[in-house]
């Protein structure tokens, strides 16, 4: 076996010796070459290689949970820059504050930098278009909110960009938005504002005097009314549904709300409503994320409360005798800043904004949405963990675009390499034994097949895929059973095919041999006509693999494929069939559809440059 092998590629060593200028090559180096001299079969089979490749070891390095979404990163636009500060600001941060895709930073000169996912695609509103009065004179006080940003500049003005619509800047009255209070319209005294707080569209402003002034919609955030005006404030902030401000006498109050039922501690959970646990304690400092709080105590020690998710209440261990000196909150994580330099965040990690060095050289933590920074004591930016963004961007659940389409990738090959192993298989038994056994045999097979082929493919695949929903079958089981389906519906022209080509070579003398020296029939079908027309069943496989792709996207885009959440380059694209989505988030589509479309059109070069390169006539022809 291993000689005749070496004879097929090498051909023979102990020929006679050949004239000057002749030179004996075997089939297969013959084939080689006639391949390899079309560049674009080279290249194309490059790119083919290269794919299959990075879709099926990619995913490997890219963990995938099918069934996470996350709000908060709908529809982001390709953006690999939504944690890195611009330079001018990493060497003299003063605040950084973020709510959503963009973040807003301060430096301790008063210039303002955004970054981020900051345009909107569907009003087009730039969140890094700072207002004049902004570039003009700078800030002291910048807070972000899920759809605008609040300044405070240094010539006295409150100034806002972004959305408006539910009174988060504007003074006009909103229906259902309390606007912003009339005293900032004259201006204010920069020295006077201790802080800027944004939220849902909510803002609130908090004075060195105590007194604090909240506004926005107040649909969303049901106490904000109550809440408008106060004074004796520490400190306000913002969950998705309600406004929590800390008292100057260690009060934590969210009016006639009842929101913060218990408090969690270091040690476990107290049922103890947080505000009389913190009046007791003394608190001192303030954070909110989506749907939790944290509480610093004048003790040092971190409480928490709220609805807890991904961890929230999961405080963390601090050394002995080290307490927290300071708490910031994301939208889904904490972090804090203790009496050693050190910088703990917990809560929500799925992009790392938790994984923190401890290096003792922290004075200041701020939380992005999803990033976490930390500042040294002069300014310096010490380490940002945390999401960077996507390269391919977010779909309307935000999920990763790229991330899909590596594991959509590998589920769309192998449902195609599968359904053209299954089909080639039937087609072979059907065309070797029709066209060798001929007679009864021929006529039973062809008919068979001419039954399958009259069968209109994409509505019965359409039909038999919409059945098995209503069957409890595993996902797993599902796509296999689809994988079976395109496979024994798409063999009819690759087994007539085979039939032609076994008619021609049943009559030529080497089977007449085999026949004549005793060899079973099934052994001269299988074992020595078919390998005499493999040239014929490989360029169909090829091509017949593009199709199957092109097909299985077709189901999947049109509802009867793969189901989502189980991705596949079909029902991405099927996700994308919306004219909003078309218009206004491109990268939906457009990428989804350029993986398939390189796929298909590089197995077709390949296929006809194999086809070229078996049939010598084809290939004097061209």
Request: aromatic share 10%.
């Amino acid at each position: 076996m291993i000689r005749w092998l070496k004879r097929m590629v090498w051909g023979r060593k102990d020929l006679p010796e050949l004239a000057a200028g002749e030179e004996i090559e075997s089939p297969s180096r013959l084939l080689f070459k006639a391949f390899f001299s079309k560049k674009p079969a080279i290249v194309a089979l490059v790119l083919l290689l290269s794919l299959f490749l990075f879709v099926f070891i990619a995913p490997a390095f890219l963990p995938m949970d099918v069934n996470y979404t996350d709000p908060l990163q709908q529809n982001v636009a390709p953006n690999y820059g939504m944690r890195s500060l611009p330079r001018a600001l990493k060497e003299d941060v003063a605040e950084i504050d973020g709510f959503a895709g963009f973040t807003v930073g301060l430096s301790g000169a008063g210039e303002v930098f955004v970054w981020g996912n900051a345009k909107d695609r569907l009003s087009g509103v730039d969140m890094k278009e700072l207002p004049s009065e902004v570039k003009d004179y700078g800030a002291t006080h910048v807070a972000a909110g899920k759809d605008h940003i609040l300044a405070v500049t240094k010539s006295g003005k409150l100034v806002g960009w972004g959305d408006k619509s539910c009174g988060q800047y504007g003074f006009e009255s909103v229906l259902g938005a309390l606007p912003t209070p009339e005293i900032f319209r004259e201006g204010i005294a920069p020295e006077s504002v201790s802080s800027l707080v944004c939220g849902y569209q909510t803002s609130a402003l908090v004075l060195g005097t105590g007194e604090a002034y909240l506004w926005g919609n107040t649909n969303v955030v049901k106490n904000l009314a109550e809440l408008s005006f106060l004074s004796g404030v520490k400190q306000v902030a913002f969950t998705n549904s309600a406004a929590v401000v800390l008292l100057e006498n260690g009060e934590i109050t969210t009016g006639t709300q009842r929101v913060f039922s218990s408090v969690t501690t270091a040690n476990g959970e107290v049922n103890i409503p947080l505000n009389e646990y913190t009046v007791a304690q003394n608190a001192v400092q303030l954070a909110a994320t989506n749907k939790c709080v944290a509480v610093l105590l004048q003790s040092g020690e971190v409480v928490v409360s709220g609805v807890f998710e991904n961890g929230e209440n999961q405080l963390p261990k601090l050394r002995a005798g080290e307490k927290f000196v300071s708490i910031d909150g994301g939208t889904r994580h904490f972090v804090g800043v203790t009496d050693l330099g050190n910088v703990y965040a917990w809560g929500h990690d799925a992009y790392g904004q938790c994984r923190l060095v401890q290096d003792g050289n922290t004075a200041r933590a701020f939380a992005g949405a999803l990033q976490t920074y930390a500042v040294d004591k002069e300014g310096r930016l010490v380490q940002s963990v945390g999401l960077k963004g996507s390269i391919m961007g977010t779909d309307g659940r935000g999920r990763d675009v790229f991330t899909r389409i590596v594991h959509g990738g590998k589920m769309t090959l192998t449902i195609g390499g599968v359904a053209v192993l299954v089909s080639s298989a039937i087609a072979i038994l059907v065309g070797c034994a029709a066209g060798y056994f001929g007679g009864f045999a021929d006529v039973l097979l062809m008919r068979i097949t001419e039954i399958f082929s009259s069968i209109p493919f994409l509505p019965f695949a359409m039909l038999l895929s919409q059945i098995i929903k209503y069957y409890n079958i595993g996902e797993t089981m599902r796509i296999f059973i689809i994988m079976l389906i395109l496979g024994a519906l798409s063999w009819t022209g690759l087994a007539r095919m085979i039939r032609a080509q076994v008619l021609a070579e049943r009559e030529k003398d080497y089977t007449q041999a085999a026949r004549a020296m005793g060899v079973r029939e099934i052994a001269i079908a299988f074992r020595h006509v078919l390998p005499n027309i493999v040239s014929v069943v490989l360029v169909s496989m090829t091509l017949d693999f593009a199709g199957c792709l092109l097909t299985e996207s077709s189901l999947s885009y049109l509802g009867f494929g793969v189901q989502q959440p189980q991705p596949t380059w079909g029902n991405m694209l099927s996700g994308s069939n919306n004219s909003i989505v078309i218009q206004n988030y491109w990268w939906q589509w457009l990428f989804p559809a350029l993986f398939l479309s390189l796929a298909t059109i590089c197995i077709n070069v390949v296929g006809d440059a194999l086809r070229d390169a078996l049939d010598p006539k084809s290939s004097a022809k061209r």
